[in-house]
Every structure is written in structure tokens, then in C-alpha cells.
């Protein structure tokens, strides 16, 4: 890493301690191929030891996942950790969320999983934020095209002491073996369609006992409680752990059973839903335990906007502090909310601020839909 140019401690040190910079382009370009070369040895599936530590969704809320690591401790503590992914997308500081993350998976490899959620993509990052920040932090899309390479190599799952399976969405019905999530090809942007698609998109369905249902997102499906029963038997699992859904409380179980759980580590998402976060410890003997945190307040970790590339004002002032939320997404106060069920998982973009039941919100749907679709702009995306 040295070789390399690249100085990880005093990097980490200047995001989280002193909050004065990000990397360079040419240090984030040399952090990302380091990182790559990591990713290429480790597998699909990885295998992981407890203790251990699972975080749901962070998009983009560097602060708060800066408390994150002060409540739960860092890799450089000791730490390990299971992240479900998305990383970025959402929140304004994105490109601070993965280079933090990116810095520790290099010093820490062993310490650090980081799972691929369906937001590490360049369809849905080119509609949902994290490319447009590049562009504004840096002036041009090197950065964003160099963590996209990263995101090809991001892990599919992880297994815990060979019983809680860690994935971002949900299960596929064309992955009925932990060893044919193995096979898969992940060195690809994210297909639309298949198991691959399935692992990252699909969602638990709670009204239901059935098998798979197509999934209103667009991609994946819902699958029921007979559906994670047999899987987890079959492949002598208790545990499916999973992310990828806003929860207000930070987390919920889901099926009578309770053998799925949803974690979810960005609170107050967006800056307005006024949820809690939490995350996920397994004891050396997989006992559960979460760990509830709530939102920093405005205007905590600001940043210089002199030491900033470009000089420019993206952090805005402690009264501003949700303007880029703001320019980059549709304000949910200017939505007409449908009076679909209160189970129902569409992830239309109206919902994703909508009234729901006393614990829970739909997917974590993402402001208006891509429409410029054809040889000179991204497809339409599913419905993250």
C-alpha cells in the first residue's frame, strides 16, 4: 500500500478525526484497484468467524456510520464486521461512506466483509445519487467508474460459523444450495434477471405462506415463510440475515419462526423518516443482540469547505444540512402516496415516505424512476 502511494491511517484519520478531506482521484483510483485485487481472492460466499458484527444499509450517512464504528468498534480495535451493502446512493456523502469502508477492507481484509447490495450498480447509482457526487466532489466520473469496479467484486454472501446466511435482499429460486451461490459469476455489473439479481433484490413476504410471488420492485421476488423454512433446513442454517428494507425500529424478524431478520443502519433515512438504526452482534455462540442508535443532529460533522477538491460548498451550513438530499431526490411532502395495503412490498417511487404499519415501511423505494432509457442514457433501473 505504501508502494502505492497511499497513507490508509492518516487517510481514515482526516475523513472520521479531523473531517477535513476526502481522497484525491488518483488515491481513490489506486485504493480501489488495491481493493479489487483483495476481492478477486475471496470468494462468492465467504466464510466468516463470531463474534461478529452485521450492519444493514448505510446510503450514504457518513456521520452515522462514523457513530456506528464509535458504538460498535472498528476493524482497527479488533472488530469484525459484516456489511449488507448499499453503501451509497441516498445520503450526501457517499463518496465519504466508501473510501472510509474501502480504507478499512484494505488494512483489515479479514476483519472487513463487504456484501453487494442492489444500489452498488452503475444503472441505479446514475439515477440515485452516487454519480452525480462524484461528478460534483471531483469534476469527473473517474471516481465513480473506479468504485463501480469495486462493486463488480463485492462479495454475494457470507455464511457465519456455517448457521446465519448474510445477504443484502433475500433468496432466488434458482439458488437452492449455499454451493451454487459458489458458482455464480459476480464480476459483472448487476443483472436484472436471475440469481444473482434475486440474492440482492428479493424481499421476505410476512402475509404469506406461499412459495415466490414476483416482486412490485421490478426485479427479484418475495418469497415466504415455507420458502426461507426449507431453505435454511436444507442447507442446515437457522438464520437468514438480510438488509435492503427501511425498518423502523432498526430492525424486525420476520415469520413466526423468525429465522429472517432485517437489519437496517441508517437512521433518520434521507434526513426525514425519523427512524432508529441499529445493528446486529453474534456472540462466540450466535446469540443475537442489537444495538439500537439514532441520528445524529444537524450540522455534527461538517465539513471545511476549503479543504475540499474544487472548493466546493457541498456540505453545506448546520440550517442546510439536507440540500443535496434535496436537489438530488424528490421531496416525499410533494408526493401523492397510494392507498395500496399496508403489506403490500411495491416499491412504487410515492412510498417510500408513506404511512405503513407500526414498524415497518416499504422497500427502501428511491425517488423518481430513470426515463431515459435508449443508446444515450442508462436503462430504466428496477425500482430499488
Known amino acids: 500500500l505504501r508502494d502505492m502511494g497511499l497513507a490508509l491511517e492518516a487517510w481514515i484519520e482526516d475523513l472520521v478525526v479531523r473531517r477535513k478531506r476526502i481522497g484525491s482521484e488518483r488515491e481513490v483510483e489506486a ?25 444493514g444499509d448505510i446510503h450514504g450517512q457518513f ?19 459484516v456489511f449488507l451493502g448499499d453503501y451509497v446512493d441516498r445520503g450526501r456523502d457517499s463518496v465519504e461512506v466508501i473510501e472510509l469502508l474501502l480504507c478499512y477492507k484494505a488494512l483489515y481484509p479479514s476483519r ?31 471516481t465513480w467508474r473506479a468504485c463501480c469496479q469495486v462493486f463488480d467484486y463485492l462479495n454475494v454472501a457470507a455464511v457465519v460459523d456455517g448457521d446465519v446466511l448474510c445477504v443484502h435482499g433475500g433468496l432466488s429460486p434458482q439458488v437452492h444450495a449455499l454451493d451454487q451461490i459458489s458458482t455464480l459469476f459476480r464480476a ?27 416482486s412490485n420492485r421490478g426485479a427479484g421476488y418475495l ?9 435454511l433446513a436444507a442447507n442446515r442454517l437457522s438464520l437468514l440475515c438480510r438488509a435492503h428494507q427501511l425498518v423502523m425500529d432498526g430492525y424486525r424478524h420476520h415469520f413466526v419462526d423468525k429465522n429472517v431478520v432485517t437489519v437496517w443502519s441508517a437512521p433518520n433515512y434521507c434526513g ?37 477538491h474544487h472548493d466546493l460548498d457541498i456540505f453545506g451550513a448546520p440550517d442546510d444540512s439536507n440540500h443535496l438530499v434535496d436537489s ?4 416525499p411532502a410533494d408526493s401523492h402516496l397510494d392507498d395500496d395495503d399496508d403489506d403490500d412490498d411495491t416499491a412504487g417511487p410515492d412510498e417510500a415516505f ?10 427502501d423505494s428511491d425517488g423518481p424512476r430513470a426515463t431515459g432509457g435508449g443508446p444515450d442514457g442508462p436503462p430504466d433501473p428496477p425500482n430499488p
Open 354 to 363: 408513506a404511512a405503513a404499519p407500526h414498524d415497518f415501511l416499504p422497500p
Open 328 to 331: 438530488f431526490f424528490a421531496d
Open 223 to 231: 418469497f415466504g415463510a415455507n420458502v426461507a423454512a426449507r431453505f
Open 112 to 142: 472487513m466483509t463487504l456484501l453487494r447490495g442492489n444500489h452498488e450498480s452503475r444503472q441505479i447509482t446514475q439515477v440515485y445519487g452516487f454519480y452525480d457526487e462524484c461528478v460534483w466532489k471531483y469534476g469527473s466520473a473517474a
Open 63 to 81: 456521520g452515522d456510520l462514523v457513530e456506528l464504528f464509535r458504538i460498535a468498534g472498528s476493524p482497527a480495535d479488533g472488530t469484525s464486521f
Open 272 to 308: 426525514r423518516c425519523g427512524n432508529v438504526a441499529s445493528f446486529l452482534r453474534l456472540d462466540p455462540h450466535l446469540a443475537q443482540s442489537f444495538v439500537i442508535f439514532d441520528a445524529l443532529p444537524k450540522g455534527t460533522l461538517l465539513v471545511d469547505p476549503a479543504d475540499l
Open 188 to 214: 459483472t455489473e448487476l443483472p436484472t434477471q436471475g440469481a444473482l439479481c434475486d440474492l440482492l433484490w428479493s424481499d421476505p413476504a410476512d402475509d404469506s405462506e406461499d412459495d415466490w410471488r414476483p
Open 31 to 55: 485504493l480501489c484497484a488495491y481493493v479489487v485485487s483483495v476481492l478477486i481472492e475471496e470468494a462468492n460466499c465467504v466464510r466468516v468467524s463470531s463474534p461478529v458484527t452485521v450492519c
